[in-house]
């Protein structure tokens, strides 16, 4: 299992019947692949679907079936389509569950940077900064490090796609919750030692006692 699936597999985990679900481009989609046995959740686009499901089987693409990332998906029974403006009235209107969103940078005080790196063109920050504000809670799931560089940081150093609006950072060394005290290191990845999270996450914080060890 690589990196990405593990990651992947445990924000699946977070997943409760009945939620309303964002997900980001990236990492995020993946999650459709691994929505627990039992649980029914009902994804939702930016772009205006609600009720979609994984990603389809090669040669059954629908190429007007695609995610916010212009990614093809699949339909579940119920699924519906609107405009990018209902799907922003739902967003905005706090009827979204839970967003699974990537991260170039997340701060010790749940900062969120995601969007744009200075020297680099980018269209602009699309629909990320009202997600953010707008859904109940938002989980960051990314890789712990950048070429070796953290990625968990004291202040984030990017520019801000939102002020404290994370919950929880998932990756493939560890899981965070973010509280009021700052960052609490909830669970650690079996193959992962304290001391390699504490070298590659630059915010401190607090440790679980015990520290379970992430199963998926």
Request: glycine fraction near 10%; hydrophobic fraction near 40%; include cysteine.
């Amino acid at each position: 299992m690589d990196k990405r699936e593990f990651i992947a597999r445990r924000a699946a985990q977070e997943l409760q019947d009945g939620h309303f679900v964002n997900l980001g481009i990236g990492l995020p989609t993946l999650l459709p692949n691994f929505v627990p046995s039992g649980t029914h959740v009902i994804l939702h686009t930016e772009n205006g679907m609600l009720g979609y499901g994984p990603y389809p089987i090669e040669g059954e693409e629908d190429p007007d079936l695609i995610n916010a990332g212009k990614e093809t998906i699949t339909e579940i029974p119920g699924c519906s389509y609107f405009s990018s403006a209902d799907s922003f009235a739902m967003v905005r209107g706090g009827h979204l569950d839970l967003t699974f969103l990537g991260a170039f940078e997340v701060s010790q005080k749940g900062d969120l940077a995601n969007w744009m790196i200075p020297g680099k063109k980018v269209k602009g920050m699309g629909g990320a900064m009202d997600i953010v504000a707008g859904t109940k809670k938002v989980i960051v799931i990314m890789e712990h490090t950048n070429n070796g560089k953290p990625k968990i940081l004291k202040e984030c150093r990017l520019p801000l796609t939102g002020k404290e609006v994370v919950d929880m950072i998932i990756t493939e060394r560890a899981v965070f919750e973010i509280t009021p005290q700052g960052l609490f290191l909830k669970e650690i990845a079996p193959d992962t030692t304290l001391e390699e999270v504490k070298k590659e996450t630059e915010a401190p914080f607090q440790v679980a006692n015990p520290l379970p060890k992430i199963s998926i």
